[in-house]
């Protein structure tokens, strides 16, 4: 069974970082694009960054210029580096991936909740 485990969340003040990993399982044949999606209190779950399968990458406008996203294909893992964090940052952490395994579909992982607060 495919899986997404998401890791790295937590408490951090504004203007701190914070590293985002997830990590894909099961029997996988194929990795297509990853990214990550985030859902704030009371808000509409956006697009944080996505990275495709051939590298180009794609961020939301409130996170450009301080999320980073990269990706480590033979691991099957995709990372956000945040920098700058701010208050409005707060949200549920999604990860997600367009896998193959029976066949191509996508996947989400559980969140990881990530607070900016001083």
């Known amino acids: 069974q495919v899986q997404l485990v998401e890791s790295g969340g937590g408490l951090v003040q504004p203007g701190g970082s914070l590293r985002l990993s997830c990590a894909a399982s099961?029997?996988?044949?194929?990795?297509?694009?990853m990214g990550w999606y985030r859902q704030g209190p009371g808000k509409q779950r956006e697009l944080v960054a996505i990275i495709r399968g051939g590298g180009a990458t794609n961020y939301g406008d409130s996170v450009k210029g301080r999320f980073t996203i990269s990706r480590d294909a033979a691991k099957k893992m995709v990372y956000l580096q945040m920098n700058s964090l701010k208050p409005e940052d707060t949200a549920v952490y999604y990860c997600?991936?367009?896998?193959?395994?029976?066949?191509?579909?996508?996947?989400w992982g559980q969140g990881t909740q990530v607070t900016v607060s001083s």
């Open positions: 997600y991936a367009r896998l193959l395994s029976r066949r191509w579909a996508d996947y």
């Open positions: 099961g029997s996988i044949f194929n990795t297509g694009d």
